[in-house]
């Protein structure tokens, strides 16, 4: 018996060039798309005839792109989803997940070029859109952005059994590739702005908080976006501890001053959470 089922599309890439004489505005997404509804016979009996081609999902994300330039990846995730929903009467829910990979533009003799970009590190731009009938549900994000506070971080008072060989750190580097994803409380809202408004509430937190802990600063973080952003309803936070240890200068004859570390990839802590009003 089949339980549970969806389809569709995944890692569609799209980059708009928006021409504006010789100012061109750039957009690179990756769009995943997933169907949910009645396509139970698709699976059991290969009766195809309500089944969109995912390779048509794909060809719909260009064509309402072409027809409706892209200015905000939670905008573009609502046309898209509406634009299923009213053409395939076998899907009850679809859901749209954006990436936007972010670029700026490079600066020649200090003033922006109007055609040449560089790409901002990992950071990605997230959103996703569910729709279910003419109800739909609009969240956002970060991901992979990377952040390190040299001070105000410690980890002391932990739990120990005779296993632990992990020592006191008053003073110590945090680092970590947050990924942070939120819920709005409307549909209605400037996107672009509203993004930007709890990317700096979670970085000014993190900056400025004295750190007791990587759950103590995450717990900090989500509360900052809570108290300054009135349309967001919650916010989910991944910390990934990116540890960097102090080398032991000592064995070199040399003083430890706690400036030396190196970074490590693996194993890493992993703490996440989300806050809500």
């Keep these: 018996m089949l339980a549970e089922a969806a389809y569709g599309k995944s890692s569609v890439r799209l980059v708009q060039v928006s021409r504006h ?19 139970d016979q698709s699976y059991t009996d290969g009766d195809n005839s309500g089944v969109l081609p995912t390779d048509t999902m794909k060809n719909t994300v260009y064509a309402l792109a072409a027809r409706h330039p892209v200015e905000e990846p939670e905008a573009f995730g609502r046309l898209l989803a509406e634009h299923f929903l009213e053409r395939n009467p076998r899907l009850r829910r679809v859901r749209i997940d954006l990436t936007e990979h972010q670029w700026g533009r490079i600066a020649v003799k ?8 560089v790409r901002h590190g990992t950071e990605s731009r997230t959103a996703t859109v569910q729709g279910k009938g003419d109800q739909f549900t609009i969240g956002a994000g970060v991901s992979d952005l990377v952040i390190l506070k040299s001070s105000h971080s410690a980890f002391t008072g932990f739990l120990r059994d005779e296993y632990t060989t992990l020592p006191d750190v008053a003073d110590r580097i945090l680092a970590t590739a947050l990924t942070a994803t939120w819920r709005y409380r409307t549909v209605d809202l400037d996107f672009n702005l509203t993004w930007r408004a709890v990317r700096d509430a979670l970085l000014e937190a993190f900056a400025e908080h004295d750190s007791r802990s990587v759950q103590h600063t995450l717990h900090d973080m989500g509360r900052a976006v809570l108290d300054n952003v009135e349309a967001v309803t919650a916010v989910r936070l991944v910390m990934p ?21 190196v970074p490590t990839e693996e194993p890493y802590g992993l703490i996440e959470a989300t806050i809500v009003r």
């Excluded at 004489?21 to 396509?39: M, N």
């Design 241 to 261: 501890n990116k540890h960097h240890l102090p080398v032991d200068l000592s064995r070199l004859g040399l003083e430890n001053r706690n400036e030396i570390f």
């Design 21 to 39: 004489g010789d100012r061109h505005d750039l957009k690179d997404f990756t769009v995943a798309i997933r169907f949910e509804g009645e396509y």
């Design 110 to 117: 200090a003033r922006e070029h109007g055609q040449a970009f």
